[in-house]
């Protein structure tokens, strides 16, 4: 067998998850800076569900077949030029850029280094392969809001990946955190600590109060996910 190819999940044309496939690309080679990285596990975001269902074609085009796949976790197998950052061996998570587009859903895939950090001892490669994406809300309330314990937080779209991470580090950050969500979804967000959850199609905003600092992790609408 070629070991310059690998396998990779696919999609030839938009649509469900019916259009996902398992084909044969060409394995990647570290650049200057980057590493390569065998993939032990990846997560499903729902901006990725938008882009296969060509709702971001504007993006994506119409160029086939594409990938999918943003955040991982794995093994550093090789380094490129300059990245002494890490060893082979180590075990990593991080997110692919924008300029690379999806495709962590592949047996390896090649990252800068400065996009990746090492895996906290003891957590679970597969557990860990949830977080990378969601440490947007790390950004958000510590490195720009400043969130600092007694303020009043709002969350919207609560439910989903950024949006649950958010309700924790708040409740962890001390804020007195509310909660936006999808009915079904309420249970799911107090339970994660939220002081206050509330369906988002039935509260006025006249009904919430004034907030220190709001996230919305939802947008215009709840994505397609229906994770909000």
Known sequence: ???????????????????LCVGRVPRPEPAP????????AFSVNSGELAARAGRLR???????????????TGEVTALGAGATRFAVGDRIWGVLGRTSGFGSAAEY??????????????LDLVDAAAL??????VTALRDKAGLRPGERLLVRG???GVGNAAVQLGRA????????????????????????ALDHRTVRPADLGRFDVVLDAAGPTCGPSGAC
């Open 1 to 19: 067998m070629n070991d310059r190819m690998m396998k990779a999940v696919l999609y030839d044309r938009y649509g469900g998850p019916d259009v």
């Open 33 to 40: 800076g980057e590493v390569l990285v065998k993939v032990r």
């Open 58 to 72: 504007l993006f994506t085009g119409r160029k086939f077949p594409q990938r999918v796949g943003l955040d991982f």
């Open 109 to 122: 895939v090649t990252v800068p280094a400065e996009r990746v950090g090492r895996v906290p001892d003891g």
């Open 132 to 137: 990378p994406v969601a440490t947007t809300a």
């Open 158 to 160: 609560a439910a989903g």
């Open 173 to 196: 950050y001390g804020a007195e955190v509310t909660a936006l969500a999808r009915a079904a979804n309420v249970d799911f967000v107090r339970g994660l600590g939220a002081h206050r």
